[in-house]
C-alpha cells in the first residue's frame, strides 16, 4: 500500500476537472476529494513509468473512466494485449485475464492489484479433469472459454471468449466438440449449432442466479425496457431477454441501437460505466456484483504501480500450449 495517501490540492482539482464533469452524475463530490488524488497519482506513475493499464467492463467508473488506457471484453483486451509493446502492463481485471496478457506479452512485466482476482469459473476445472473428458470423448476438439488457469489453456485446442464462442465452434472441423467449463455459455451455443456440444459444469456465480421470473418482473415495471443478457446466463435466461452478447457487444447495441431505456443482465459497474457513455438511456440496474472484480480498487493500483507487485507469472512450460490455444481463437473471425 502506498505510506501516505495523495492529497486533494488545488493542481489535483485543475487537473482532474474535466475527468469529474463526466463523472459527477455517478460519483459525489464528497467522494470524489478522496478519489481524484488516487487518479491523477496513478496517471503520474503511468507516464514516468510507461505503464500501461487494460481495464475490463466491470471495473468500476473510477477506474473505467479514470485511469484506464484501454477498455474491453475479454477479447478485446486479449487481442489488445496481443498487438502492444508495453514494459508494464497492468491488469484492472481478474486474475486469468492477466495471465492471458502474460501469455500473450511474455517479456512484459505484467501486474495486478490483487492476486486473489480469481474468477468461480476458472476455479471450476484443472487439466486433469480436460483429459477425463477427452479420455470420454475421443477425438472431440477441446474448447475452452478464457475464464480458465493457463494450465487448463494449455491442454486445449482452441480458446473461446463470450463474444466468439458460437464462431469458434463453427470454425472446427468435427461435428462433437468439448466446450469448458461454463455449462450455461455452452448450452447457449449448442442452441445456436448443429454440433454436438458435451459440456462442463462450471458457471459463473454472478450470471447464474438471474432467473426468467427477473425480466418477466422487470418488463412489468419498466415498461419498453430493452433487456440484454449476458450468455454465461442461464437459457431461459437467455430466452427472456431482446439480445444477449458479451459484455463488449451489449455496449455496441446500446450505441446502435439507443434504446431509450436498458437493462444489462449482468455485473453491476456495467450499467454505472455505459450510463456515463450515454446519458440519454435510462438504466435499469439489476444487477449482481461479481467480489472478485471489485477486489481490484484504485488505492491497490497506485501501491501496485508504486511498488511493481503483485506481478503475474505464468509457468513457462504452460506459455507455447496456452498461446497457441488463444492464438487460434484470434485467427477465427468474430467478436
Ligand atoms: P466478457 O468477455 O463478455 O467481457 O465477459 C467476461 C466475464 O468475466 C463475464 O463474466
Ligand atoms: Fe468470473 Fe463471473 Fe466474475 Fe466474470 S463475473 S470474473 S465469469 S465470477
Request: aromatic content about 6%; hydrophobic content about 45%; proline content about 7%.
Amino acid at each position: 500500500m502506498t505510506a501516505t495517501a495523495p492529497a486533494f490540492t488545488p493542481e489535483v482539482r485543475q487537473r482532474t476537472a474535466a475527468l469529474y464533469q463526466k463523472l459527477k452524475h455517478h460519483i459525489p463530490e464528497v467522494e470524489w476529494t478522496l478519489t481524484a488524488p488516487l487518479i491523477d497519482a496513478i496517471q503520474g506513475l503511468k507516464t514516468e513509468k510507461k505503464a500501461l493499464v487494460l481495464a475490463h467492463n466491470y471495473m468500476t467508473p473510477e477506474i473505467f473512466h479514470g485511469v484506464a488506457d484501454v477498455v474491453g471484453d475479454s477479447l478485446a483486451l486479449a487481442r489488445e494485449a496481443a498487438r502492444v509493446k508495453a514494459e508494464i502492463i497492468v491488469v484492472c481485471g481478474v486474475h486469468f485475464m492477466a495471465e492471458t496478457v502474460k501469455i500473450l506479452n511474455p517479456d512484459a512485466k505484467v501486474l495486478i492489484a490483487d492476486l486473489d482476482a480469481g474468477c468461480s469459473l476458472a476455479e471450476s476445472i484443472t487439466p486433469a479433469d480436460v483429459e477425463a473428458l477427452r479420455s470420454r470423448y475421443p477425438g472431440a476438439p477441446v474448447v475452452t472459454y478464457v475464464n480458465t488457469s493457463a494450465a487448463v489453456k494449455a491442454v486445449s485446442d482452441v480458446c473461446c471468449t463470450s463474444g466468439n464462442a458460437l464462431a469458434v465452434v463453427e470454425s472446427l472441423d468435427s461435428d462433437e466438440v468439448i466446450f469448458i467449463p461454463d455449462q450455461y455459455l455452452a448450452r447457449n451455443v449448442a442452441r445456436q449449432t448443429k454440433k454436438t456440444i458435451r459440456f462442463w459444469e462450471g458457471s459463473c456465480m454472478v450470471h447464474e442466479i438471474f432467473t426468467p421470473a427477473d425480466l418477466q418482473q422487470m418488463r412489468k415495471d419498466y415498461p419498453g425496457v430493452a433487456i440484454m443478457a449476458h450468455p454465461e446466463c442461464p437459457p431461459d435466461v437467455v430466452h427472456e431477454a431482446d439480445y444477449a452478447g458479451s459484455t463488449a457487444q451489449m455496449i455496441r447495441f446500446v450505441q446502435e441501437k439507443r434504446p431509450r431505456r436498458v437493462a444489462l443482465i449482468t455485473e453491476c459497474s456495467m450499467s454505472d460505466n455505459v450510463a456515463v457513455q450515454f446519458p440519454d438511456v435510462d438504466f435499469v440496474r439489476p444487477c449482481n456484483l461479481c467480489p472478485h472484480m471489485k477486489k481490484i480498487t484504485l488505492p491497490k493500483i497506485l501501491a501496485t504501480l508504486e511498488n511493481e507487485t503483485p506481478e503475474v507469472l505464468v509457468d513457462p512450460a504452460y506459455i507455447e500450449p496456452a498461446r497457441r490455444a488463444i492464438e487460434r481463437m484470434l485467427e477465427v473471425k468474430a467478436g
